[in-house]
T-cell receptor, first 115, second 111 residues
């Protein structure tokens, strides 16, 4: 079974631009979560999508948004980029059968650098 | 807001040494997960502990969940260079609430 894939792997943008990141979950997984990882703050939860609906949202500004398609693939968008948005953006998928102890499978991440 | 504190933040040891890293919170979690993340990769789940006082072993790695389900530890015996990485703990609650991650312990094992 193929793992979680994320594209692109690396991205360089300038302040004020917008960016769209893509995540393809493991086949059969219905939940996709997005995280931002920085050295100072660690892994911070952005949002979770389940069956095309946002089920949970972290404490990030409205510049961060996402969506999920009917095939469970997900995209996240960051508008009006700021220097502080430079980070590794991780996507994780799970079966979301209901128990929180289930495994989340992470992709390799997209490393975003904002200049 | 639930927080997980991991210590130490950084650890550099020689091959063959033993080590313990800690994950502490003032909050109770229904379960706790440990992940390892290597450079250029996403975190990979090592273990999930669910019951207070539970101990799980994965080869040279021993995981323990505190009796009160507020803390956990990871002990590595005879560390090897392949154990190098960022170790993350994550707390889970019942229902569909997001995982809470600690900031991690960055381990370097020198041959």
């Amino acid at each position: 079974k193929a793992g979680v894939t994320q594209t692109p792997r690396y991205l360089i943008k300038t302040r004020g631009q917008q960016v769209t990141l893509s995540c393809s979950p493991i086949s059969g997984h219905r939940s996709v979560s997005w995280y931002q990882q920085t050295p100072g703050q660690g892994l911070q939860f952005l949002f979770e999508y389940f069956s095309e609906t946002q089920r949970n949202k972290g404490n990030f500004p409205g510049r961060f948004s996402g969506r999920q398609f009917s095939n469970s693939r997900s995209e996240m968008n960051v508008s009006t980029l700021e220097l502080g948005d430079s980070a590794l953006y991780l996507c994780a998928s799970s079966l979301a059968s209901g128990g929180r102890s289930e495994t989340q499978y992470f992709g390799p991440g997209t490393r975003l650098l904002v200049l | 807001t639930q927080l997980l504190e991991q210590s130490p933040q950084f650890l550099s040891i020689q091959e063959g040494e033993n080590l313990t890293v800690y994950c502490n919170s003032s909050s109770v979690f229904s379960s706790l997960q440990w992940y390892r993340q290597e450079p250029g990769e996403g975190p990979v789940l090592l273990v999930t502990v669910v019951t207070g006082g539970e101990v799980k072993k994965l080869k040279r790695l021993t995981f323990q969940f505190g009796d009160a389900r507020k803390d956990s530890s990871l002990h590595i015996t005879a560390a090897q260079p392949g154990d190098t990485g960022l170790y993350l703990c994550a707390g889970a609650n019942s229902g569909n609430t997001p995982l809470v991650f600690g900031k991690g312990t960055r381990l370097s094992v020198i041959a």
